[in-house]
């Protein structure tokens, strides 16, 4: 059974620092692209950033909102990490990480809170 887990969400104020972590496992196809989603109370999900994970590894995308401030980390062969920086009140969302391969895999999310 494929599973994606996140970890580090939580509580920041705002224009502090948080980084989320995302590991896949179980027998999944190699995987094409990793990428961070969120959603907000009331609002669609939407894309975050996300990385390709074959080659050519490393090209990475992000959403307007989060440019300049997030960046998308490739920690490992089914891993990634999302540097959020200078966060702000409208980045409060449950996160989703999601693994491209044979079908599109996704986490349960985790939630991060900014206040203010």
């Known amino acids: 059974q494929v599973e994606l887990v996140e970890s580090g969400g939580g509580l920041v104020q705002v224009g502090g620092s948080l980084i989320l972590s995302c590991s896949a496992s179980g027998p999944i196809f190699p995987i094409k692209v990793m990428g961070w989603y969120r959603q907000a109370p009331g609002k669609a999900r939407e894309f975050v950033a996300d990385?390709?994970?074959?080659?050519?590894?490393?090209?990475t995308r992000y959403a307007d909102s989060v440019k300049g401030r997030f960046t998308i980390i490739n920690n490992a062969r089914n891993k990634i990490l999302l540097q959020m920086n200078e966060v702000e009140p409208e980045d409060t969302a449950v996160y989703f990480c999601?693994?491209?391969?044979?079908?599109?895999?996704w986490g349960q999310g985790t939630q991060v809170t900014i206040s203010s």
């Open positions: 999601s693994a491209e391969s044979d079908r599109t895999y």
């Open positions: 990385i390709t994970k074959k080659v050519p590894s490393g090209i």
